[in-house]
């Protein structure tokens, strides 16, 4: 249990790199303790878990398939059991499988929806409890793309996923708002983490030109975000979906 009364806990799904783990930075940062989620990367989740600590902030591991009720019950048990609370849910936790429409495997197609869709879903609901239950109110973040409005060929699951995601966030915040919990949705650009480079070596190179700011986005960029929205500043904003892009989604000049 945290001896600090008035220390207000978040948890971070998929926190063992990449954005989520610039996410889990940022809060710390921001004087929050931690919940650092990972599936399959635990030496990743302990590094972010170091990195945390350094920072001066509590960190607690939680291993689990989001997509799964059971690993998320244990999850948020072992947050309650070890903390009391959680104030805030980062829904970041996230795949995608690159194939024509036409030719995906059903399997690839189930993995990302339960993934992406259903661990945002699950992750709500049992963070939306607590929050209730508390009687204090908190926040919800989820973490969406560019993929939450824009068709992308070959992404046909990522982008179902990713535009579920955005119309989940508002009802999630209609329901929600009375019991004092804000939803909202960050919804990044082109990110320059582990991920995207394996895609592309010269992502970098590659996507600037099409950002009005010159520049692919960072993990920090992505954390600044978040920070504001969890964060008492923003109150009164919920139910949106602020984009982090360098004004890529908005430009007229922006191609596939």
Not at 98 to 122: H, I, Q, V, Y
Not at 188 to 195: K, L, N, S, V, Y
Request: charged share 20%.
């Amino acid at each position: 249990m945290n001896s600090e009364e008035n220390t207000k806990v978040a948890l971070v799904t998929g926190a063992s790199k990449g954005v989520g783990r610039g996410i889990a930075y940022g809060l710390a940062e921001a004087g929050w303790d931690l919940v650092v989620n990972y599936h399959s990367d635990l030496e990743g989740a302990e590094e972010t878990k170091r990195e945390i600590e350094q920072r001066g902030r509590r960190c607690l591991i939680a291993p689990g398939d989001v997509g799964m009720k059971g690993d998320v019950d244990a999850m948020f048990a072992t947050i309650m059991e070890d903390y009391g609370r959680l104030d805030c849910l980062v829904n970041n936790a996230g795949c995608q499988t690159w194939s024509p429409l036409l030719e995906m495997a059903e399997e690839d197609w189930d993995r990302t929806l339960r993934t992406n869709l259903k661990g945002c879903f699950l992750c709500t609901q049992a963070a939306g409890r607590i929050m209730r239950d508390s009687q204090c109110g908190g926040v919800i973040i989820n973490i969406g793309s560019g993929a939450n409005s824009r068709p992308f060929p070959n992404l046909s699951g990522y982008c179902a996923s990713k535009g579920g995601i955005d119309q989940f966030t508002r009802v999630s915040a209609v329901e929600l708002g009375p019991h004092g919990i804000r939803v909202n949705c960050v919804a990044p650009g082109a990110i320059e983490i582990e991920r995207t480079r394996e895609e592309s070596p010269d992502y970098a190179a590659s996507w600037s030109p099409f950002t009005p700011l010159g520049r692919v986005g960072v993990p920090k960029d992505v954390a600044q975000a978040v920070v504001y929205l969890a964060g008492e500043g923003a109150d009164f904003i919920t139910g949106q979906t602020l984009y982090v892009d360098g004004g890529l989604w908005t430009s007229t000049h922006w191609a596939y």
